[in-house]
């Protein structure tokens, strides 16, 4: 055998083994990978969306809580655009989750923004329930938000307690709202004020009572408030617990001016 056929043969081996490091080290680096690695790479990338969620979730929540309580000022808007389609879409969405009684709601662009019930029937010439929840307004009356007073307080209540939260959250540790006192600010005048209008109704021997706005919102509000309150300070010490978890984990965290880094791609 000749001195450059012993020469290729001992050279084989060593640039087979320089062809699986370089495949390892692709493989490590990501440019190619076991289909075993698969199942890792879903957990690390679901790690990295609860990790997303642990850190924001505060924006998240008032995002929505200002989506659900806004959009409803929409459909009286449309309203008054002409384009009744997606302002009654709007009317839509929304009644599963309200009763729209037009004497228990807001209007906007007419004569005034509240009708109670005794002037609502003067102007409409009924009352009845399922009439006042069908009535979306006219151009003198005006045309009612798509959410009645009540959940209009409540969820504009819990927006703004979200965003309470957000700024003193880290200047100092705000203690959940307790669930006696949640009771007595939150659920009791609400279902005193909204319980005894309802009775109201059921039972004939009783006389007909109508709350009034003011009450309505003052009510909503507190309830609101109350419930961002009770709830994200609670939600807040589970997400942190999630944070420490899967910084302590893998590594993720503070970057060197203090604020929280990404994970890693």
Same mark, same amino acid.
């Given at each position: 055998?000749?001195?450059?056929?012993?020469?290729?043969?001992?050279?084989?081996?060593?640039?087979?083994?320089?062809?699986?490091?370089?495949?390892?080290?692709?493989?490590?680096?990501?440019?190619?990978?076991?289909?075993?690695?698969?199942?890792?790479?879903?957990? *690390?990338? %679901?790690?990295? #969306?609860?990790?997303? =969620?642990? &850190? /924001?979730?505060?924006?998240? +929540?008032?995002?929505?809580?200002? @989506?659900?309580?806004?959009?409803?000022?929409?459909?009286?808007?449309?309203?008054?655009?002409?384009?009744?389609?997606?302002?009654?879409?709007?009317?839509?969405?929304?009644?599963?989750?309200?009763?729209?009684?037009?004497?228990?709601?807001?209007?906007?662009?007419?004569?005034?923004?509240?009708?109670?019930?005794?002037?609502?029937?003067?102007?409409?010439?009924?009352?009845?329930?399922?009439?006042?929840?069908?009535?979306?307004?006219?151009?003198?009356?005006?045309?009612?938000?798509?959410?009645?007073?009540?959940?209009?307080?409540?969820?504009?209540? *819990?927006? %703004?307690?979200? #965003?309470?939260?957000? =700024?003193? &959250? /880290?200047?100092?540790?705000? +203690?959940?709202?307790?669930?006696? @006192?949640?009771?007595?600010?939150?659920?009791?005048?609400?279902?005193?004020?909204?319980?005894?209008?309802?009775?109201?109704?059921?039972?004939?021997?009783?006389?007909?009572?109508?709350?009034?706005?003011?009450?309505?919102?003052?009510?909503?509000?507190?309830?609101?408030?109350?419930?961002?309150?009770?709830?994200?300070?609670?939600?807040?010490?589970?997400?942190?617990?999630?944070?420490?978890?899967?910084?302590?984990?893998?590594?993720?965290?503070?970057?060197?001016?203090?604020?929280?880094?990404?994970?890693?791609?």
């Amino acid at each position: 055998m000749s001195y450059e056929a012993r020469r290729a043969d001992k050279a084989a081996p060593s640039l087979h083994a320089q062809r699986e490091r370089s495949q390892r080290k692709e493989g490590d680096t990501g440019g190619s990978f076991s289909p075993l690695d698969r199942p890792k790479r879903l957990v *690390l990338t %679901l790690q990295r #969306l609860i990790y997303g =969620l642990a &850190r /924001h979730w505060l924006a998240l +929540a008032n995002s929505l809580a200002l @989506l659900y309580v806004g959009m409803p000022f929409l459909a009286p808007l449309f309203m008054k655009l002409g384009w009744s389609s997606p302002a009654h879409l709007l009317y839509t969405v929304y009644s599963p989750f309200c009763h729209q009684l037009a004497f228990r709601s807001w209007f906007l662009f007419g004569q005034q923004v509240v009708y109670p019930r005794d002037e609502f029937a003067a102007l409409v010439g009924t009352a009845d329930w399922l009439e006042a929840r069908r009535f979306v307004g006219n151009e003198t009356m005006g045309y009612k938000v798509a959410l009645c007073q009540r959940d209009v307080a409540i969820y504009g209540a *819990l927006f %703004l307690g979200g #965003l309470l939260f957000a =700024l003193l &959250r /880290h200047r100092r540790r705000i +203690a959940p709202l307790s669930l006696r @006192l949640f009771f007595l600010i939150g659920i009791l005048p609400i279902a005193a004020d909204g319980g005894s209008q309802m009775l109201s109704y059921l039972l004939p021997f009783l006389p007909v009572r109508e709350s009034t706005w003011y009450l309505r919102v003052i009510t909503g509000a507190l309830f609101g408030l109350s419930l961002a309150w009770l709830a994200y300070p609670n939600f807040e010490e589970g997400m942190a617990d999630i944070r420490q978890t899967l910084e302590a984990r893998y590594g993720w965290g503070p970057g060197p001016s203090g604020s929280p880094s990404p994970p890693p791609p």
